[in-house]
């Protein structure tokens, strides 16, 4: 669920067998859409919570350092229901992460739109079967 949302990919270094670095702002996604952002209280500006614990929610921050997610929170959470796209979206993120915090390329850019197109798709498919179901069933 969320955790896979807010943590995936991201690992902390081992500094000694056993024992890794403090937990900081790279090491949660962050996604900056205002929307999501006032649906889910804040939850998508995580990176600044693990900095930050004794924040209270409004006044957390979006970090530029931090990763940041192609979409929002919400969404996110909803590709989780189909895991080869979730996959591809978010590698394609974590790379971009990895190598310096970048811009998405073009190409990066269609296969994360192809993708969110599916997922999008195959949502709408399954609220009209579930609707259609739910009107023929009582």
């Known amino acids: 669920g969320i955790e896979m949302v807010e943590h995936y990919g991201l690992m902390r270094k081992e500094i000694s067998p056993n024992e890794y670095e403090k937990v900081n702002i790279t090491h949660s ?20 919570h693990h900095e930050n614990g004794y924040k209270p929610y409004q006044n957390l921050m979006s970090l530029k350092e931090s990763p940041q997610l192609p979409h929002g ?19 394609t993120a974590l790379k971009a992460f990895r190598e310096n915090n970048r811009e998405f390329t073009q190409e990066e850019k269609k296969l994360i739109k192809k993708n969110t197109n599916i997922v999008l798709g195959m949502s709408s498919a399954m609220l009209t079967l579930l609707l259609f179901l739910s009107c023929y069933t009582s």
Not at 37 to 46: D, V
């Open 29 to 48: 996604w962050n996604a900056p859409q205002r929307i999501s952002n006032y649906m889910t209280m804040k939850a998508q500006r995580h990176s600044d």
């Open 73 to 91: 929170y919400l969404f996110c959470s909803l590709m989780n229901l189909y895991p080869k796209q979730y996959l591809e979206i978010m590698n």
